[in-house]
Nanobody, 120 residues
Framework: QVYLVESGGGLVQPGGSLRLSCAAS????????MGWYRQTPGKERELVAT???????NYADSVKGRFTLSRDNAENTMYLQMNSLKPEDTAVYYC??????????????WGQGTQVTVSS
């Protein structure tokens, strides 16, 4: 089953921008938290940005002021706007929903990941 589908990754030069999208295959009925994580080879997956059910967003220190998490309820989609990208932002980015997807139940859902490469 494919629960979350990311898109928008690619190759970008340092200082450039990308917008990642995460579309849920079913309606997100409720959630405890949703957000974006990233992982590079040999390292653990790390938090990039999260949104709590109370509406609080939390960002990793390394991306504060450059990345913005947003959500379109009508489209059942979450976004990550990434500006002023740096080579160290290179990673596979994963979206996550800890909540209830209609028809699928309550779980901690992950997308398949999208590669972001920042290089000149």
């Amino acid at each position: 089953q494919v629960y979350l589908v990311e898109s928008g990754g690619g190759l970008v030069q340092p200082g450039g921008s990308l917008r990642l999208s995460c579309a849920a295959s079913r309606r997100i009925v409720s959630f405890n938290a949703m957000g974006w994580y990233r992982q590079t080879p040999g390292k653990e997956r790390e938090l990039v940005a999260t949104l709590s059910s109370g509406g609080t967003t939390n960002y990793a220190d390394s991306v504060k002021g450059r990345f913005t998490l947003s959500r379109d309820n009508a489209e059942n989609t979450m976004y990550l706007q990434m500006n002023s990208l740096k080579p160290e932002d290179t990673a596979v980015y994963y979206c996550n929903v800890d909540g209830l997807l209609r028809g699928y139940g309550v779980s901690n859902y992950w997308g398949q990941g999208t590669q972001v490469t920042v290089s000149s």
